[in-house]
């Protein structure tokens, strides 16, 4: 089978898409000819980032919507505007990449630091962002929308022993991945399209937290001994989002530099 992918006016919402790995997933999408709306949370950089974006790659749209994913209403707000707007009603997919990382030991989390993690993993960022999606008429007529959860290698404990410091942020991360798994289930006979793909260690400012002697230790506990750089996230990403896959829902894609065969 040859296939190309190709998003020439197709229409994608990223969450988180203006750094970071989102930013490489922007990127992709962008270069091959979708139009991508960006959902920030709080970055002043992001709508130069989608102007940047639109120059480099010229006949697309991009455009940055600040957007709290946590804030149920603002995001139900913002898919309104993006859908009417931007993208005249129809959305393709959505990449629910927007993520907080907080390690630390269990115990010093506070409840602020909590209902920004949690929720932002797995309430508003990944359900209602779907629900959007699913109420918007063109998934409703064409049946071919697609979503895309980030989740992570290191929410498998049972694979890769517990992580201490991370209790929080991995069992968030392996609810969006169990429910993401449910959601595709569900939304299978609406032609609706869930998939995950979880990362290793990415080189980005998340990672950034930790010291030095960590992120080593961490490389060297990777087959491929190192960190993957944001781009190498995105074929997966691509390949998922396209309808070359069109067969394929409910599954996770592990890029993690074979973390997990350890
Ligand atoms: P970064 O910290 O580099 O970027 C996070 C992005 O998410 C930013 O664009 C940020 O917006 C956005 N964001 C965070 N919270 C919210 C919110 N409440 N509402 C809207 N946007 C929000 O993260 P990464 O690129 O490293 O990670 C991307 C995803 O990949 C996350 O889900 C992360 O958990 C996951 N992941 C990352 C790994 C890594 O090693 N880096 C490993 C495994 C998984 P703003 O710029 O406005 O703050």
């Known amino acids: ?124 960022l990944s359900y209602h962002a779907d629900l959007v999606l699913l109420s918007s008429s063109h998934v409703q007529d064409e049946r071919t929308g697609c979503i895309l959860h980030s989740a992570s290698s290191g929410e498998n404990m049972d694979r890769k022993g517990v992580q ?25 006979p609406h032609g609706i399209r869930v998939n995950i793909v979880s990362p290793g260690y990415v080189a980005t400012e998340q990672s950034g937290v930790h010291p030095k002697d960590v992120r080593e230790f961490q490389s060297a506990s990777v087959p491929l001994g190192r960190y993957s750089e944001p781009a190498e996230q995105t074929p997966q990403v691509l390949l998922l989002l396209s309808e070359v896959s069109s067969y394929q829902t409910g599954s996770e894609v592990f890029v993690d530099g074979g973390y997990l065969i350890w």
């Open 1 to 124: 089978m040859v296939f190309s992918i190709d998003f020439t006016g197709k229409n994608y919402i990223v969450t988180g898409g203006n750094r970071g790995i989102g930013l490489a997933i922007t990127r992709s999408i962008v270069s091959a000819g979708g139009n991508v709306a960006i959902l920030y949370r709080s970055s002043a950089s992001a709508p130069q980032v989608a102007e940047g974006l639109e120059k480099d790659f010229p006949g697309v749209k991009v455009k940055a919507y600040q957007c709290d994913v946590t804030d149920q209403k603002r995001v139900g707000e913002v898919f309104r505007i993006v859908g009417e707007e931007f993208v005249g009603g129809i959305v393709h997919g959505v990449v629910a990449n927007a993520g907080v990382a907080i390690v630390r030991d269990a115990l010093e989390i506070g409840q602020e630091e909590f209902d920004c993690m949690y929720p932002s993993a797995c309430r508003d």
């Open 164 to 188: 201490a410091r991370q209790v929080f942020y991995n069992s968030s991360k392996a609810a969006v991945s169990s429910m993401s798994k449910a959601l595709a289930a569900e939304w299978a």
